[in-house]
Structures are given as structure tokens and as C-alpha cells.
């Protein structure tokens, strides 16, 4: 079974590992070159699904490889999102 979400969640966790305010809390922390390794690494898997869409079908290894890059992507997107609200919380706080 195609999951048609997949293609559409690592897009947008690639987006949000790109997004300024992302750079902006990383660089900061210090872990700015591994956002940079998850942004290429994301590039790449995004090359690769249209492939892997093709052989989900007949392929049990490249099924249940489609099921933990889907476990990882939500991940990645919530940690993401973590990011993306401490840089916000760290603005307000300076504007306050």
C-alpha cells in the first residue's frame, strides 16, 4: 500500500529544516551543521520516493522502509517545530 502523505510530509519537514527562523535557534545552539546534514539528507529521500512509491508495491523491504522514514519524518517535523518555537519564544522575549 502507497502511503500518499509521505511525499508531502518530508517536503515539508525539508522546507521547515530550511526555514530561517530554524537556521536562525540552530546556529545558535550550535547544531547548525546537523540541521544542514538532515536538510541534504531530506533532498536526497525526496529524489528517492518517487522510485520507492514504484516498488512499495512489490518490495517488503522498501515497504517497511517507507513506514520508518515516515516514523522519523513526524519526528523530525515535531523537533522542527520545537525549534521554530523557542526562536519565536526568544524574540518575544527581546521585544518584551
Known amino acids: 500500500m502507497v502511503d500518499s502523505l509521505l511525499v508531502p510530509l518530508v517536503t515539508r519537514v525539508a522546507g521547515s529544516a530550511a526555514d530561517e ?7 545558535t545552539w550550535g547544531v547548525d551543521s546537523d540541521r544542514d546534514k ?3 539528507w531530506l533532498l536526497a529521500v525526496q529524489c528517492m520516493l518517487p ?4 516498488k512499495v ?4 523491504a ?3 522502509w ?3 522514514l515516515k516514523a522519523v519524518a513526524y519526528q523530525v ?4 517545530d520545537d525549534f521554530l518555537y523557542e526562536e519565536l519564544h526568544r524574540l518575544n522575549a527581546q521585544d518584551g
Open 21 to 27: 527562523l530554524v537556521q536562525s535557534v540552530t546556529n
Open 38 to 40: 538532515l536538510e541534504q
Open 51 to 54: 522510485d520507492a512509491e514504484v
Open 57 to 60: 508495491k512489490t518490495n517488503p
Open 62 to 64: 522498501v515497504r517497511r
Open 66 to 68: 517507507m513506514k520508518e
Open 77 to 80: 517535523d515535531d523537533i522542527l
